[in-house]
């Protein structure tokens, strides 16, 4: 009779604590105006900035508000700016709002722009989702030189076909009696 009552009751505050969880997991995580903080940030969740953060933040979602200034870069799933930002922008989906004053790069595979927010910097489209840094970190990296020829031998034959490339270029660009050149017309014509 009892161990009824009790498994009824431990099932729950089970179930109540999975609910707290749940909701508590969907409320963004918040630095509000009166808050400077210097550092990187890293959350799992929704994070918003009314404050002011000089440092890098990564998180799943991230707002920044329109009296927010963050220096450093942001790297999330979806980034909204109202506030001020300096830094580059990585993420999959981005908006900038009326408000927005954004100095810096925007790596994105969706943007919108709102009528009258400031941009300074490149926008590059993405073909990969952002939570993949560790592809975009194999490709950037330098190769590495053979183990069958030393890393001087190496630079010496670059630095070779370099010069014959541009010693190429130079007899191209000079043309040849023998050989017709496309800037030949264009010069005649001017």
Known sequence: MFLKADRAQRNASTSDQARGTASRASVPSIISADL?????????????????????????NIVIGEGASVTGSL???????????????HADTVSLERTA???????????????????????????KPAAAPAATAETTEPAEPQASEPASELSDKKAAEAAKADKGQ???????????????????AG
């Open 36 to 60: 400077r903080i210097t550092g990187d940030l890293e959350c799992s969740g929704d994070i918003q900035i009314d404050g002011v953060v000089n440092g890098d933040i990564q998180s799943r």
């Open 75 to 89: 790297k999330a799933e979806a980034v909204q700016v109202f506030g001020k930002l300096v830094g580059q922008i």
């Open 101 to 127: 004053h954004v100095v810096g790069d925007v790596l994105h595979k969706a943007l919108a722009i709102a009528q009258g927010a400031f941009l300074e910097g490149a926008c590059k489209r993405l073909d």
């Open 170 to 188: 130079a007899e191209t660009d000079k043309g040849s009696p023998d050989e017709e050149s496309d800037a030949a017309p264009l010069q005649a």
